[in-house]
T-cell receptor
Framework: GAVVSQHPSRVICKSGTSVKIECRSL??????MFWYRQFPKQSLMLMAT?????????EQGVEKDKFLINHASLTLSTLTVTSAHPEDSSFYIC????????????FGPGTRLTVL | GQQLNQSPQSMFIQEGEDVSMNCTSS?????WLWYKQDPGEGPVLLIA???AGELTSNGRLTAQFGITRKDSFLNISASIPSDVGIYFC???WGSGNQFYFGTGTSLTVIP
């Protein structure tokens, strides 16, 4: 299957700082990437859809000024958590849509964010 | 957003037993995907289904796209300890639209 990477895998930061998470499609070009948030023992919650070269589409209740998404190339999307607070601590996972043919999406390994 | 109901929520089975789980939706879907997630990892795609009634296998795993297009099933035969994890279904009703994820089924295999 297609490979999606995320960096960093874990990050600990102080309250008030900003954190950037990268999502890369390694062996294909992804015009569409997705960002999810997952709380312990819960399902994945879609935060936003990231389209290359255009503004991201945010789900209801997700603050776009808080969670900045940039999809500047066909292989890279970034999520920046601005002015992070302890309640932003979570597991953030990206996925990328494989273009052409039947619709499939592959997930990255996730990023564990802890805000102190 | 919409969420799919998965059943059962959790399962505890003996190694070697077969496993069945399902996913239901109030809406019709055109695509169903099944994923497995290990703790601290991202979900890994197991099987993709694109047509009502379709039955697809991946090793010991078999998944079916329900004929009503509102449900899907995943079976695991002869379970082994490494099958432990959380299994998620995901459904999509139109290409280009988002996938909706199930609530997950936690599987524990007792050696």
């Amino acid at each position: 299957g297609a490979v999606v990477s995320q960096h960093p895998s874990r990050v600990i930061c102080k309250s008030g700082t900003s954190v950037k998470i990268e999502c890369r499609s390694l062996d294909f070009q992804a015009t569409t990437m997705f960002w999810y948030r997952q709380f312990p023992k819960q399902s994945l919650m879609l935060m936003a859809t990231s389209n290359e070269g255009s503004k991201a589409t945010y789900e209801q209740g997700v603050e776009k000024d808080k969670f900045l998404i940039n999809h500047a190339s066909l292989t890279l999307s970034t999520l920046t958590v601005t002015s992070a607070h302890p309640e932003d601590s979570s597991f953030y996972i990206c996925s990328a849509r494989v273009p052409g043919g039947r619709y499939t999406q592959y997930f990255g390994p996730g990023t564990r964010l802890t805000v102190l | 957003g919409q969420q799919l109901n998965q059943s059962p929520q959790s399962m505890f089975i003996q190694e070697g037993e077969d496993v069945s789980m399902n996913c239901t939706s109030s809406s019709i879907f055109n695509t169903w995907l099944w994923y497995k997630q290990d703790p601290g990892e991202g979900p890994v795609l197991l099987i993709a289904l694109y047509k009502a009634g379709e039955l697809t296998s991946n090793g010991r795993l078999t998944a079916q796209f329900g004929i009503t297009r509102k449900d899907s099933f995943l079976n695991i035969s002869a379970s082994i300890p490494s099958d432990v994890g959380i299994y998620f279904c995901a459904g999509q009703w139109g290409s280009g639209n988002q996938f909706y994820f199930g609530t997950g089924t936690s599987l524990t295999v007792i050696p």
